[in-house]
């Protein structure tokens, strides 16, 4: 999966869960500052996340993640890894 695809796929994830307009978000937006995105959808939004992205994503990481872009590249970086692994 290619950064643009788990970048557009986050987007439409903010739009269902945190009702966010998809074309206001780049990789740099804030889910709190920027969003205004409470933590019971943050929390949502990490559940869904692992599930769509088939990753985990430990809590302590999760609180760390407080941008798009900080996501997609966690979500990138432990799909390079379970890939290089030899997982799918």
């Not at 937006?29 to 990490?46: E, K, P, Y």
């Amino acid at each position: 999966m290619s950064r643009s695809e788990i970048l557009a796929e986050l987007k439409a994830m903010l739009a269902e869960f945190g009702d966010v307009d998809p074309q206001l978000v780049d990789e740099q937006t804030a889910f709190i500052a920027d969003l205004g995105l409470d933590s019971l959808v943050l929390v949502r939004m990490t559940v869904v996340a692992e599930e769509r992205f088939g990753v985990r994503i430990p809590d302590e990481v999760a609180w760390e993640l407080d941008t798009v872009g900080s996501v997609v590249s966690y979500v990138e970086e432990s799909l390079s890894r379970r890939i290089g692994a030899g997982g799918e």
